[in-house]
């Protein structure tokens, strides 16, 4: 299990660490940036992030792939330079790169949020299957409400 821990540092802005407990699965940026979106409250995510959630979360995919030099930027465009992973997500992204003509990393995101089907539900999914986060999917009306609630 996670443990959130918020350090301020007087100017406003604050260092966020997890410290793990036991084993987890959680391993990626955008898993832990989506646990920090969800308000405790309403079990969703902040309204004020909600809009910019997955522009984010793919952008925190593509600098995991960054970090773990799957891709590289050559020419201001995005490359990939080393193939599958062992997650499922990291190698759904770098098979939606390796389809798609060069392009910049801004493009990238915007093209990734449109090739990842709700990447909120994915994540969600994954952490719930690793004991991150407990998942509620239910359907009214033919729309479906999802609420998660962080296992701390």
């Known amino acids: 299990m996670q443990q ?8 406003g802005r604050h260092n966020v660490d997890f410290i793990r407990r036991g084993v987890s699965n959680m391993e990626l940026l955008a ?6 979106s969800i308000d405790k409250r309403t ?14 979360l793919n952008a925190a ?5 960054l970090m773990r030099e799957c891709i590289v930027i050559r020419d201001k465009k995005v490359e990939v330079v080393d193939g599958a992973k062992e997650d499922g997500l990291l190698d759904e992204t770098i098979q939606i790169i390796q389809s798609k003509r060069k392009q910049s990393p801004k493009q990238m995101i915007a093209t990734l949020r449109r090739e ?25 009306f033919g729309h479906i409400k999802v609420s998660f609630l962080v296992v701390l």
């Open 4 to 11: 959130l821990v918020i350090f301020g540092n007087g100017s």
């Open 31 to 36: 898993e832990k940036l989506f646990l920090l």
């Open 116 to 140: 990842h089907k709700n990447i909120q539900v994915k994540l969600a999914k994954k952490l719930s299957e690793a004991g991150e986060l407990d998942l509620d999917l239910r359907q009214y």
């Open 61 to 65: 995919l593509l600098a995991e792939l």
């Open 43 to 56: 079990k969703r995510p902040y309204g004020r992030t909600a809009s910019l959630l997955s522009y984010t």
